[in-house]
């Protein structure tokens, strides 16, 4: 079985935070903030939740599929910053879309988590094991930030990102490559995971409410230095690797869509894969880091705007906490 994407969606809240707002929060500046990541705003939810959101993005991408509700066989809800844990966000999206056949689960794998969701689905549907996917990217992460720690809180943004995936019924032969499935690489180093840390609000340690919410290890942490030389290292190597075990050229991929953390991580990656930057697309100038939602709030954006092509090879590159990072290969045939 080869699968394909076949319709994009995502929801983007009204409300939004620009880099003059954050400076009335901690020591910084809109030139700052701009200069060492091109973030200029953020969109944060106003009444929304990581559900909601969730749902909006993957009713949208079935509308854009023309697929119903009733098609999906599984709905994986990447997110590190549900409102619920049980049940599942995946099980609130399958309720609110009436997709009830559909077998529904949540994966955290951080920034990286849309490039594992997406090869995880792939991995089912090339199974023959399921024919329909709704992977959906969703994230809240105002409700992790710090927002007294100018190292972390001008960075992050709220946001959906949903893709339908479909199995086409003709069967792959022999090398995966062929037919349009292609071996994504995928790494995790739990030993440098101190690098992106936070506590969970559960692991409450015999704290107060008050005691907790003032603790600042129950909001996202990081080593900012750390992570920015993890990603332009491994970023490059994982795209390197994944184009030489499919054995595709790099001239042959059309774009490569990156997780949008910050501008001068992407600019390194494309010169040190030696890529012009336009075949980086890049939107984080107006929705900052919204973790697993980025690559396919981006996707969608691509896609609603006719830039993406019959034909056409992507690559998706994730890279976070974990630490975890990956590539996979993406041929267009919507
Ligand atoms: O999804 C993955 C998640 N994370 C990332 O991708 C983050 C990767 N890292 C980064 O994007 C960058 O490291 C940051 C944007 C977080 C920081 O940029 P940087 O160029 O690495 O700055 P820095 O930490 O080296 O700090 C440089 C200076 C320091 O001042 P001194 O010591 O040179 O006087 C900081 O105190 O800038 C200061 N600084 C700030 N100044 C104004 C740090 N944060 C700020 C700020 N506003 N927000």
């Avoid at 309720?95 to 955290?108: Q, R, S, T, W």
């Amino acid at each position: 079985m080869t699968a394909t994407i076949c319709g994009t969606g995502s929801f983007i809240p009204s409300y939004t935070m620009d880099n003059h707002d954050i400076a009335r929060l901690v020591d910084t500046s809109d030139e700052w903030i701009q200069e060492r990541t091109g973030i200029a705003r953020r969109h944060i939810i106003h009444g929304e939740t990581t559900i909601s959101m969730a749902a909006e993005a993957g009713r949208r991408a079935l509308e854009n599929a023309g697929i119903s509700a009733e098609e999906v066989d599984l709905i994986l809800v990447s997110t590190i910053s549900s409102n619920l844990l049980l049940p599942c966000a995946a099980c609130e999206v399958q309720k609110e879309l009436g997709a009830k056949n559909a077998v529904c689960f949540d994966l955290n794998a951080a920034c990286t988590g849309f490039v594992i969701a997406y090869n995880t689905a792939m991995a089912y549907l090339s199974g023959g094991i399921y024919r329909t996917a709704l992977v959906i990217g969703s994230e809240s992460l105002s409700n992790l930030t710090n927002w007294k720690d100018r190292g972390t809180c001008i960075l992050f943004g709220d946001g959906a990102g949903a893709a339908v995936l479909q199995a086409d019924g003709s069967v792959a032969e022999g090398f995966m490559g062929q037919g349009g499935n292609y071996i994504p690489v995928t790494h995790s180093d739990g030993g440098r995971g101190g690098a992106l840390t936070c506590k969970s609000r559960h692991d409450f340690n015999g704290l107060t409410d008050e005691k907790q919410w003032n603790d600042a290890s129950y909001y996202m942490q990081m080593d900012g230095q750390a992570v920015f030389k993890f990603a332009v290292k491994s970023v490059p190597e994982a795209i390197t690797e994944v184009l030489k075990l499919n054995q595709v050229n790099a001239e042959e991929i059309s774009f490569y869509v990156m997780h949008q953390a910050n501008r001068r991580i992407v600019e390194a990656v494309a010169k040190r894969l030696g890529v012009p930057l336009e075949k980086f697309p890049m939107n984080l100038f107006e929705y900052g880091n919204t973790s697993s939602a980025s690559i396919p709030i981006l996707l969608d954006e691509m896609n609603r705007e006719g830039r993406l092509v019959k034909g056409q090879k992507l690559v998706l590159a994730g890279f976070g906490a974990g630490l975890s990072w990956g590539a996979s290969i993406v041929e267009w045939r919507r």
